[in-house]
T-cell receptor
Framework: EAQVTQNPRYLITVTGKKLTVTCSQNMNHEYMSWYRQDPGLGLRQIYYSMNVEVTDKGDVPEGYKVSRKEKRNFPLILESPSPNQTSLYFC???????????FGNGTRLTVT | GQNIDQPTEMTATEGAIVQINCTYQTSGFNGLFWYQQHAGEAPTFLSYNVLDGLEEKGRFSSFLSRSKGYSYLLLKELQMKDSASYLCAVKGNYGQNFVFGPGTRLSVLP
């Protein structure tokens, strides 16, 4: 089944403890992206990647890192999480042409 | 700059028709996409337009006017399960993919 898989679905952590949210897609998509979604603010792009080893900042990149060593994987790294990073995170992928974005099921992160 | 506007909330009655509008100003345009999102779940793709005009997919239709920076999503024969947020997104030029609007929360009442 074609899908975008994120893990974990729920994560509660403390300020400053490094964490990684994994994202994997099996559709051979070149484009992958991370979004956070907060009430009243909609989906905001954190980072995106047009292909392997090609990443760029979105609208809200501060406090996040990403890497794209393989086409299928695009992990999101929070080196020192803070409470203002408490949010619902989505990974998404697509072909770079007219294809729509396909979303993972989301990761609800709480930083205390 | 990039700006996408949608109404915050709408209410409609089961069996009715509702139109959700989206206006946009973006630095590039390679298509306008509509997504449905139930609370706490991932957005799911509904429809997209690249050229001006109406695209119909069952109970859902989407319209685009590129010269006016305007789109709408039309939902017919509303069902209770259509209660969700509807997100308008513009796909920009290379490296500016998928800017999302704030979403419209639709409540379908019996």
């Amino acid at each position: 089944e074609a899908q975008v898989t994120q893990n974990p679905r729920y994560l509660i952590t403390v300020t400053g403890k490094k964490l990684t949210v994994t994202c994997s897609q099996n559709m051979n998509h070149e484009y992958m992206s991370w979004y956070r979604q907060d009430p009243g603010l909609g989906l905001r792009q954190i980072y995106y990647s047009m292909n392997v080893e090609v990443t760029d900042k979105g609208d809200v990149p501060e406090g996040y890192k990403v890497s794209r060593k393989e086409k299928r994987n695009f992990p999101l790294i929070l080196e020192s999480p803070s409470p203002n990073q408490t949010s619902l995170y989505f990974c998404a992928s697509s072909f770079p042409g007219l294809g729509p974005l396909h979303f993972g099921n989301g990761t609800r992160l709480t930083v205390t | 700059g990039q700006n996408i506007d949608q109404p915050t909330e709408m209410t409609a009655t089961e069996g009715a028709i509702v139109q959700i509008n989206c206006t946009y100003q973006t630095s590039g345009f390679n298509g306008l996409f509509w997504y449905q999102q139930h609370a706490g779940e991932a957005p799911t793709f509904l429809s997209y337009n690249v050229l001006d005009g109406l695209e119909e997919k069952g109970r859902f239709s989407s319209f685009l006017s590129r010269s006016k920076g305007y789109s709408y999503l039309l939902l017919k024969e509303l069902q209770m399960k259509d209660s969700a947020s509807y997100l308008c997104a513009v796909k920009g030029n290379y490296g500016q993919n998928f800017v999302f609007g704030p979403g419209t929360r639709l409540s379908v009442l019996p």
